[in-house]
């Protein structure tokens, strides 16, 4: 195993959510996109001010067990790592772990960040490990059905075990080298799990927007969409979440009335609407509200305070239940303006083909993957089947769930028993976890799954940082000027649990 140097920038994917539809997945593309230009910008800054640049930054490769828990399958899954030396007080000086999800990492997980600010301060050695299965660290025939069943969070904790142990030979550490592990989103909840499961290895956990709880039926998320749509601090109002009621309500009644043509030609989409694609059309749409949502000042082509105006910008020319649905049309038309897309996509076999592709994608989201782990460990469907949700009961859960069995050969009938399992052996949402820090965003649909309040027991110490105004895992980017004082303030915060973490270990080290 060899370490080398890198000299050119690869893809920057700080790890974040997907849902179902193929819109989702492509504004999660564009985030990414926009955070890593945003990375670079800030790297560039740092370089006129004197740093130096990325100078330590190493990539390796570890060949994990296929499975750690059978000892007779002696195959090998290779996992890429990042290393960044620049910063590390050697040879006692703190490691910290950012932990891979569902998309590929890049090096620049090892450069930029609050993580990495954070590092700087205390002299920390940098590492990112990417996740089983997605980006580089996959075999060519991974995303075969047969070979998904290696993929799981257990087999991930453990690579992250085996990873510590390689690092600590490496780089002959002891006792002494406190370990924090870090990570948002999905990752966010390894990051908790780890430090739970493994509090010899590691010391402390930041798990940021980590939804610990799984869930099959998540209409909660849609029950914050709509919530974050009536928020007057971030552009919401009553207003706008009613318009668009009326506009779901408006396509329901163009599809049930026979009138697809209408819709395929305001929506511009992509192919003619056949019958199967009504709830792909009805998703397609919803994703565009429930993305601006999740990623509101986080990279997304349209924040809720623009897509408000555009849907409450009422004029006299129209009678009254038209002008919801022409809002959401000319809503559609300036997001895929933004998007640089010719036309929106709403073709349910195209989708199926999508997720049913065995072919190795080592860049972005792995799509695929992630819907498999869906199946068979977290359930996450986000539904709209119950009165707070804002757009239409056409998004059930059968229509989520039906994937299941038709990519994977995963029944239906077995969600709910995996699901639980997986809140049995992590805790839920209440984990009695020790020195991890639960932070969630007030606006982000996913804090609904992760843990709100600090304990209040002895034995349960969780602590919780909700930031008001903020969406998914904004406290995991550097510090920007139009940062609001809410998510200072919880930087800050992060950073004094953290300290104080260091500080405490290095007493018990003395
Ligand atoms: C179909 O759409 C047209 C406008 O393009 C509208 O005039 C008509 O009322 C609609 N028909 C139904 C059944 O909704
Ligand atoms: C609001 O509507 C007016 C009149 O139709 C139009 O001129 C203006 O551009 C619209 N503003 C937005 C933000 O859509
Ligand atoms: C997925 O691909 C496999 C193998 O190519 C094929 O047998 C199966 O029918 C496909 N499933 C769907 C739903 O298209
Ligand atoms: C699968 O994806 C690859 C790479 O994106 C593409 O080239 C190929 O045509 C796809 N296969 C199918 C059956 O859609
Ligand atoms: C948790 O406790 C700390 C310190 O007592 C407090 O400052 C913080 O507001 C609490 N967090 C929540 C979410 O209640």
């Given at each position: 195993?060899?370490?080398?140097?890198?000299?050119?920038?690869?893809?920057?994917?700080?790890?974040?959510?997907?849902?179902?539809?193929?819109?989702?997945?492509?504004?999660?593309?564009?985030?990414?996109?926009?955070?890593?230009?945003?990375?670079?910008?800030?790297?560039?800054?740092?370089?006129?001010?004197?740093?130096?640049?990325?100078?330590?930054?190493?990539?390796?490769?570890?060949?994990?067990?296929?499975?750690?828990?059978?000892?007779?399958?002696?195959?090998?899954?290779?996992?890429?790592?990042?290393?960044?030396?620049?910063?590390?007080?050697?040879?006692?000086?703190?490691?910290?772990?950012?932990?891979?999800?569902?998309?590929?990492?890049?090096?620049?997980?090892?450069?930029?960040?609050?993580?990495?600010?954070?590092?700087?301060?205390?002299?920390?050695?940098?590492?990112?490990?990417?996740?089983?299965?997605?980006?580089?660290?996959?075999?060519?025939?991974?995303?075969?059905?047969?070979?998904?069943?290696?993929?799981?969070?257990?087999?991930?904790?453990?690579?992250?075990?085996?990873?510590?142990?390689?690092?600590?030979?490496?780089?002959?550490?002891?006792?002494?080298?406190?370990?924090?592990?870090?990570?948002?989103?999905?990752?966010?909840?390894?990051?908790?799990?780890?430090?739970?499961?493994?509090?010899?290895?590691?010391?402390?956990?930041?798990a940021?927007?980590a939804?610990?709880?799984?869930?099959?039926?998540?209409?909660?998320?849609?029950?914050?969409?709509?919530?974050?749509?009536?928020?007057?601090?971030?552009?919401?109002?009553?207003?706008?979440?009613?318009?668009?009621?009326?506009?779901?309500?408006?396509?329901?009644?163009?599809?049930?009335?026979?009138?697809?043509?209408?819709?395929?030609?305001?929506?511009?989409?992509?192919?003619?609407?056949?019958?199967?694609?009504?709830?792909?059309?009805?998703?397609?749409?919803?994703?565009?509200?429930?993305?601006?949502?999740?990623?509101?000042?986080?990279?997304?082509?349209?924040?809720?305070?623009?897509?408000?105006?555009?849907?409450?910008?009422?004029?006299?020319?129209?009678?009254?239940?038209?002008?919801?649905?022409?809002?959401?049309?000319?809503?559609?038309?300036?997001?895929?303006?933004?998007?640089?897309?010719?036309?929106?996509?709403?073709?349910?076999?195209?989708?199926?083909?999508?997720?049913?592709?065995?072919?190795?994608?080592?860049?972005?989201?792995?799509?695929?993957?992630?819907?498999?782990?869906?199946?068979?460990?977290?359930?996450?469907?986000?539904?709209?089947?119950?009165?707070?949700?804002?757009?239409?009961?056409?998004?059930?859960?059968?229509?989520?769930?039906?994937?299941?069995?038709?990519?994977?050969?995963?029944?239906?009938?077995?969600?709910?028993?995996?699901?639980?399992?997986?809140?049995?052996?992590?805790?839920?949402d209440?984990?009695?976890?020790?020195?991890v820090l639960y932070v969630n965003?007030?606006?982000?649909?996913?804090h609904?799954?992760s843990v709100l309040r600090n304990g209040?027991?002895?034995?349960?110490?969780d602590r919780a940082i909700v930031i008001?105004?903020?969406?998914?895992?904004?406290?995991?980017?550097?510090?920007?000027?139009?940062?609001?004082?809410?998510?200072?303030?919880?930087?800050?915060e992060?950073?004094?649990?953290?300290?104080?973490?260091?500080?405490?270990?290095?007493?018990?080290?003395?």
């Open positions: 195993m060899h370490l080398s140097l890198i000299r050119c920038f690869s893809w920057l994917l700080l790890v974040n959510f997907a849902c179902s539809g193929r819109v989702m997945r492509k504004l999660r593309d564009h985030v990414h996109r926009f955070q890593y230009q945003r990375a670079k910008e800030h790297l560039l800054t740092r370089a006129v001010s004197g740093n130096r640049l990325m100078s330590d930054v190493k990539e390796g490769v570890i060949h994990q067990r296929l499975d750690h828990f059978d000892s007779q399958v002696t195959e090998t899954i290779p996992q890429r790592f990042f290393v960044n030396e620049e910063h590390w007080d050697r040879p006692d000086g703190p490691v910290f772990l950012y932990i891979g999800g569902e998309a590929a990492i890049s090096m620049m997980d090892v450069v930029t960040g609050h993580h990495v600010d954070m590092a700087e301060e205390h002299g920390a050695l940098l590492l990112a490990l990417e996740h089983r299965f997605y980006g580089e660290s996959i075999n060519p025939d991974g995303l075969e059905t047969e070979q998904l069943s290696y993929l799981s969070s257990q087999q991930a904790l453990a690579d992250l075990v085996a990873f510590h142990h390689y690092i600590r030979d490496h780089y002959e550490l002891t006792h002494k080298n406190t370990w924090i592990s870090f990570g948002g989103s999905y990752p966010g909840a390894l990051s908790a799990w780890l430090r739970g499961k493994f509090p010899h290895l590691i010391y402390g956990a930041v940021s927007s939804p610990v709880k799984a869930k099959l039926d998540f209409s909660g998320y849609n029950k914050v969409v709509g919530l974050s749509l009536m928020d007057e601090a971030v552009g919401g109002s009553e207003k706008c979440v009613n318009a668009v009621w009326e506009a779901f309500a408006a396509v329901e009644a163009n599809l049930l009335g026979g009138n697809e043509t209408r819709l395929q030609k305001d929506f511009e989409t992509c192919e003619p609407l056949d019958e199967e694609d009504q709830t792909e059309l009805v998703e397609s749409l919803a994703d565009i509200i429930m993305g601006t949502v999740q990623y509101n000042r986080e990279g997304a082509p349209l924040s809720i305070e623009k897509l408000c105006t555009i849907l409450t910008n009422k004029s006299e020319e129209y009678e009254q239940e038209e002008e919801a649905y022409d809002r959401l049309v000319k809503l559609v038309g300036v997001y895929q303006t933004a998007m640089e897309e010719p036309c929106l996509q709403a073709s349910h076999e195209q989708n199926i083909l999508d997720l049913n592709n065995t072919t190795v994608k080592r860049t972005g989201f792995g799509e695929r993957q992630w819907y498999y782990q869906t199946c068979t460990e977290f359930g996450y469907y986000q539904t709209c089947e119950d009165a707070s949700c804002p757009f239409s009961r056409m998004l059930t859960l059968q229509a989520q769930t039906e994937l299941c069995p038709l990519l994977f050969g995963v029944s239906q009938s077995s969600l709910p028993s995996s699901i639980a399992f997986t809140n049995q052996y992590y805790g839920g209440h984990p009695r976890t020790h020195r965003g007030d606006i982000d649909p996913w609904e799954l209040t027991t002895m034995a349960d110490k008001s105004d903020t969406a998914h895992c904004a406290d995991m980017s550097p510090a920007r000027f139009e940062d609001p004082p809410t998510l200072r303030e919880a930087r800050r992060i950073a004094q649990h953290v300290a104080g973490w260091l500080k405490a270990a290095a007493w018990e080290h003395l």
